[in-house]
T-cell receptor, first 111, second 113 residues
Framework: KNEVEQSPQNLTAQEGEFITINCSYSVGISALHWLQQHPGGGIVSLFMLSSGKKKHGRLIATINIQEKHSSLHITASHPRDSAVYICAVRSGGGGADGLTFGKGTHLIIQP | DAGVIQSPRHEVTEMGQEVTLRCKPISGHDYLFWYRQTMMRGLELLIYFNNNVPIDDSGMPEDRFSAKMPNASFSTLKIQPSEPRDSAVYFC???????????FGEGSRLTVL
């Protein structure tokens, strides 16, 4: 079974700061998802990637397959970025759908 | 498309009562997933369907849980009888294929007293 570790568990930062959230996993994967969940809200898929880097607006996701590590970066952070960010990896050792979820990183951006 | 639609958004019930959660997936998506989210365990897959057929229900905690998908546009997750430990947020998600992007609903927050 794939073990997915996210760090930090909690992060509080000031508006405008550059944010990095990390995700490490234990066995090889076919894809990695980054999800965003606002308080009391639904879950939105931000990225799905299997190599390299993807960018969408102020969000950048990178993955290093050899090191079994991915990072989610937020540039020029804003209070509306406050949410839980969840990493999920797809591999043969995951659940029935192949996915193993991290416990999430709680991000708070203060004005 | 309106996205994945779940109802109710919030449900408070008493132990022993039957609970039915509903989901309308995105039109054209062949896969539908039910997840449960708790503080302790995070997101867990309960069951998923492909073309309305249940493929894997190994995540369903016990016989009190059942799920159906009578057609491509509707699925239910039923808990009977409900227990306080079932309190959680239940998410429905859909996808074009098993290994593609997931689209989640807003979730149904269940509280069993």
């Amino acid at each position: 079974k794939n073990e997915v570790e996210q760090s930090p568990q909690n992060l509080t930062a000031q508006e405008g700061e550059f944010i990095t959230i990390n995700c490490s996993y234990s066995v090889g994967i076919s894809a990695l998802h980054w999800l965003q969940q606002h308080p009391g809200g639904g879950i939105v898929s931000l990225f799905m990637l299997s190599s390299g880097k993807k960018k969408h607006g102020r969000l950048i996701a990178t993955i290093n397959i050899q090191e079994k590590h991915s990072s989610l970066h937020i540039t020029a952070s804003h209070p509306r970025d406050s949410a839980v960010y969840i990493c999920a990896v797809r591999s043969g050792g995951g659940g029935a759908d192949g996915l193993t979820f991290g416990k999430g990183t709680h991000l708070i951006i203060q004005p | 498309d309106a996205g994945v639609i779940q109802s109710p958004r919030h449900e408070v019930t008493e132990m022993g009562q039957e609970v039915t959660l509903r989901c309308k997936p995105i039109s054209g998506h062949d896969y539908l997933f039910w997840y449960r989210q708790t503080m302790m365990r995070g997101l867990e897959l309960l069951i998923y369907f492909n073309n309305n057929v249940p493929i894997d229900d190994s995540g369903m905690p016990e016989d009190r849980f059942s799920a159906k998908m009578p057609n491509a546009s509707f699925s239910t997750l039923k808990i009977q009888p409900s227990e306080p430990r079932d309190s959680a947020v239940y998410f429905c998600a859909s996808s074009w294929a098993l290994h593609l992007e997931l689209f989640f609903g807003e979730g149904s927050r269940l509280t069993v007293l």
